[in-house]
């Protein structure tokens, strides 16, 4: 047996593993990148980073990417019109002037009724340690309700309308950690991974409030 040509040596794991770790993040580094475009000059990092540090890095998108093992599905928009889905709902979305998927995610909303005023800033930190938004629960956007609810990321309308139907008495709103590939206003490629959202409590904590496992349960 030839050891250096078999497929079970040490050596050919190594440099398989090294491969599928570098098409995960090409796919992952590709996508934050077709986020953060609103047009062709846009630089990827102004979309992804808050004040004092705090960002959306490319290890989130790399960790939905890999999880859900570079799955991808029949593209399906989540920009379904629903105009009577939140046509009661003003919120006003604090966003990076230069986030392309912030701007997709506000035309989703819209498209369902919402009555949206995007607010650009340069310290999104302030806004959402004003809205009690833990540090792990953080997006690229965040919506906030006349009724002073908050929707953190890329919250599918659907949801955003289920929860103002019958708010949870303890709970301030929802999030999407991150921006998962495939969730409203993160349409990449037919790629979709699954992810959840949370419940933002009003003492700080957090609890998953969907499981979301394919794109059409977002419509």
Not at 45 to 53: I, T
Not at 187 to 208: H, R, S
């Amino acid at each position: 047996m030839n050891a250096f040509t078999s497929e079970s040596s040490p050596t050919f794991k190594r440099q398989s593993y090294k491969l599928l770790q570098s098409a995960v993040c090409l796919t992952a580094l590709s996508t934050l990148f077709a986020c953060s475009q609103p047009d062709a000059s846009a630089s990827a990092a102004s979309s992804l980073q808050n004040d004092k540090g705090t960002a959306v890095t490319a290890n989130v998108a790399e960790s939905n990417v890999a999880e859900s093992n570079a799955q991808t599905a029949p593209l399906i928009s989540t920009t379904a019109s629903n105009p009577d889905l939140l046509k009661n709902v003003s919120a006003t979305v604090y966003k990076d002037a230069n986030c392309g998927c912030c701007k997709d995610w506000i035309s989703h909303a819209e498209d369902n009724g919402l009555s949206a005023t995007a607010q650009d800033v340069t310290d999104l930190a302030v806004f959402k340690e004003r809205y009690g938004v833990p540090a792990e629960m953080r997006s690229c956007h965040t919506a906030v309700t006349t009724d002073g609810y908050v929707f953190e990321g890329h919250v599918p309308s659907k949801y955003v309308a289920q929860f103002l139907e019958n708010p949870p008495v303890q709970a301030l709103g929802l999030a999407v950690p991150g921006m998962p590939v495939g969730s409203p206003g993160m349409e990449y490629q037919n790629k979709f991974a699954p992810y959840q959202i949370m419940q933002l409590n009003k003492d700080g904590t957090t609890e998953v409030y969907a499981d979301i496992v394919s794109t059409e349960q977002q419509l």
